[in-house]
């Protein structure tokens, strides 16, 4: 039988090959998006409608138990303690470098690297002043079996934003994050529904959950989304998590699979 580190090891590596596939997957739909042209933002809207109003069928129950929800609370509020929100930004808006993440909420290694690499960028370059951090969303892991809540995931991380708390919605919902379900590796399951967003909108701390629900059918966050991916495209992302950073001497893509304090250090030198 393999040992315990062996078969992390051999989830791990699994874990890469999807998201080397993701990858090629994600330069195809550059090809394809680049003759498409931009896609309808009504259809989007339409898109989220239904994935808000729908009742979950065909989908895996998946609750959060309590322990898990104390820890994400307690780790992400000690995480961001005193740095300013401003909708999808996270610290000092004179922050002279702006951190652009590209990131999908059902993506396994965006959840690696937000509670492995990503806590260290935040104390050393965001709290610090050094750095301010955006969220925009790209989709990778989703489209495996959660496509059709894309937009909803994406857009209830940006409805806590419009009340200044999307980077703790964000962070909660990395926490929370199964890594498997039913046997299988969770991007590999629909488990994605309204109850389970609305689950990770109760974990955020004074968060208006009437607020938060009556703007997840907001055509302005929907139109959102699509320019995200579109940027997340532009920037040369293949893959998520991606971080662009931007100084006064313009942007450069980090070249890291999972970034990291040292390696956004070296891109923010060649920016600034």
């Known amino acids: ?27 195809r739909r550059t090809r394809l998006m680049l003759t498409a042209g931009i896609i309808g933002a009504a259809i989007i809207a339409l898109v989220v409608a239904i994935v808000v109003s729908s009742n979950g069928a065909h989908k895996t129950n998946t609750k959060i138990n309590a322990s898990t929800k104390a ?14 929100q401003s909708g999808n930004v996270l610290g000092k808006a004179s922050a002279p470098i702006t951190l652009v993440e590209y990131g999908d909420l059902v993506c396994p290694i965006c959840r690696d690297f ?12 965001v709290k610090t002043g050094k750095a301010k951090l955006e969220f925009r969303g790209f ?37 929370d994050q199964p890594q498997t379900l039913n046997g299988q590796p ?26 938060w ?18 940027a997340a495209l532009a920037s040369g992302a293949q893959g998520t998590p991606a971080v662009t950073v931007t100084g006064p001497k313009g942007t450069a893509l980090d070249q890291e699979s999972i970034p990291t304090v040292t390696g956004l250090e070296s891109t923010i030198a060649q920016v600034s």
């Open 1 to 27: 039988m393999a040992s315990r580190a062996e078969q992390k090891a051999a989830a791990r590596a699994a874990r890469e090959t999807r998201q080397m596939e993701i990858k090629m997957a994600a330069a």
């Open 71 to 84: 820890a994400a609370q307690r780790i992400v509020a000690s995480e961001i303690a005193g740095i300013p």
């Open 114 to 125: 937000a509670v492995t690499t990503e806590p260290g960028i935040i104390t050393s370059l």
């Open 139 to 175: 989709e990778t892991a989703s489209q495996t079996a959660n496509a059709s809540e894309y937009p909803a995931t994406q857009i209830a991380a940006r409805s806590a934003g419009l009340q200044n708390r999307e980077w703790t919605y964000i962070l909660t919902m990395y926490r």
């Open 186 to 211: 969770a991007e590999e399951v629909s488990y994605i529904t309204p109850k389970y967003l609305q689950d990770i909108a109760a974990q955020v701390p004074g968060l208006n959950l009437v607020k």
């Open 213 to 230: 629900q009556a703007n997840l059918g907001s055509q302005t966050l929907a139109n959102d989304v699509t320019v995200d991916g579109q």
